[in-house]
Nanobody, 119 residues
Framework: QVQLLESGGGLVQPGGSLRLSCAAS????????MHWYRQAPGKERELVAT???????NYADSVKGRFTISRDNAKNTVYLQMNNLKPEDTAVYFC?????????????WGQGTQVTVSS
């Protein structure tokens, strides 16, 4: 059974930094692109950042220049370095990936990690 497990969320003051991690576990053959989404209270889930298997990256306009997505393929892990955090970054952050096992290709969500930016 494949699982995605996020960690690294918490409470931080405006202007501060956090680093999120998302580790995939299970009988994994390959992972294509990996993504970070976020969902603020009362809002729809939105795509924050994407990194392909070839390590090309894309970001939402609202986080460009502040967030950096990276991955460690040996560890099946994706990271999100978040700098200069703003109150509007407060949300639950989810990782998402399409993962191939020996039997099937499927998409998976992590359980989410809360990020709160407040003074």
């Amino acid at each position: 059974q494949v699982q995605l497990l996020e960690s690294g969320g918490g409470l931080v003051q405006p202007g501060g930094s956090l680093r999120l991690s998302c580790a995939a576990s299970g009988s994994i053959c390959s992972i294509n692109a990996m993504h970070w989404y976020r969902q603020a209270p009362g809002k729809e889930r939105e795509l924050v950042a994407t990194i392909t298997s070839g390590v090309n990256t894309n970001y939402a306009d609202s986080v460009k220049g502040r967030f950096t997505i990276s991955r460690d393929n040996a560890k099946n892990t994706v990271y999100l370095q978040m700098n200069n955090l703003k109150p509007e970054d407060t949300a639950v952050y989810f990782c998402y990936a399409v993962i191939a096992t020996m039997r099937v290709v499927n998409y998976y969500w992590g359980q989410g990690t809360q990020v709160t930016v407040s003074s």
